[in-house]
């Protein structure tokens, strides 16, 4: 598989068009499988969800974050804190961007986001 | 089909479907990226029209590195934005594993990438070109190998959680000693 970011326990792909399919399946995804859409695996692994940047506003400099598990998955909350930590990473770092957003629908998820540094529902570059 | 070219450590070859692979985690590597002009994911459907586009005739030459000795993929190259009139190109190349880098294969593979370009029968060009981040490394094989730094277009790229100076380089044929 090839790699695009390397997190320290999970990698993230390339998504293919049926990837992009798929995920829009699912109907809390449906139309937010944005311009950066990346399959999450443990190292070397299948994967078992997907990570995306979407609604990326090159003018504002702002995206929302998105981050889905496959149904048969239980992801521990320090691999849902890696998936924010490595896309906030490369949105900063590589993207130049300056904010991030997120709707996490459940307390895990909002933890996740804590976990990683953010302010509620939001990260801003300091 | 851009011809094939033999150096002393690496073989320049044409790219086919065999080596999309390859090519695929050459265009995706986290750790390539900061050197290169790449900033979001390609997919495989993206790298195999990439593949099928490569057109030596309009776009000029594009090689698949290969170690000599035993045919492994380590890089790409390309003398690509090759104009006919001016008679120049711009020279790009990337090795995909940290462990190859530092080996010779860069290197040898611009030599002989040169030597295409420079002789009146490969490209015949008058100059060569190249632009490089301010903090690869391979700026310094560019000079050694003779090329001249011709500006620096200031903070022009964002690399790496900062804005980085692009340093152009360029070489003319009358200066190249092969």
């Known amino acids: 598989m090839s790699v695009f970011l390397r997190g320290p326990t999970l990698d993230f792909g390339p998504a293919s068009p049926q990837d992009r399919e798929a995920f829009a399946r699912a109907a809390w995804l449906a139309g937010r499988a944005g311009e950066v859409l990346l399959t999450v695996a443990p190292r070397g692994g299948r994967p078992i969800g997907a990570a995306s940047l979407t609604n990326v506003d090159w003018r504002r400099r702002e995206a929302r974050l998105v981050a889905w598990w496959a149904p048969d998955v239980a992801a521990s909350p320090a691999a849902a804190a890696e998936v924010v930590s490595v896309l906030t990473r490369y949105a900063s770092d590589e993207l130049n961007l300056e904010a991030l957003s997120a709707e996490p629908l459940t307390r895990d998820g909002l933890a996740a986001l804590a976990a990683a540094g953010w302010e509620g529902r939001t990260w801003r570059r300091s | ?178």
């Not at chain 2, 594993?97 to 420079?118: N, P, Q, S, T, W």
């Not at chain 2, 903070?155 to 804005?163: M, P, Q």
Request: proline share 6%; net charge neutral; hydrophobic share 40%.
């Open chain 2, 1 to 178: 089909m851009p011809p094939t070219l033999r150096g002393e450590r690496v073989i320049l070859r044409a790219i086919s479907d065999a080596d999309l692979g390859f090519c695929h985690v050459f265009a995706n590597d986290p750790d390539l990226r900061p050197m290169l002009r790449f900033e979001l994911p390609i997919t495989w459907e993206d790298e195999r029209a990439w593949v099928h586009s490569l057109d030596e005739l309009t776009q000029g030459p594009t090689w698949l590195m290969a170690e000599r000795e035993t045919g492994r993929p380590v890089g790409l190259i390309s003398l690509i934005e090759w104009s006919r009139v001016a008679r120049h190109a711009e020279l790009g190349l990337g090795i995909l594993a940290a462990e190859d880098r530092g080996r010779g294969f860069g290197a040898d593979a611009i030599r002989v990438a040169l030597r295409h370009a420079f002789s009146p029968e490969g490209m015949n060009l008058q100059r060569v070109h190249l632009s490089v981040y301010e903090h690869n490394p391979a700026r310094r094989l560019y000079e050694r190998l003779g090329f001249r730094h011709e500006g620096t277009r200031r903070r022009h790229a964002y690399k790496a959680g900062a804005y980085r100076d692009v340093l152009l380089y360029g070489l003319q044929r009358e200066e190249w000693s092969p």
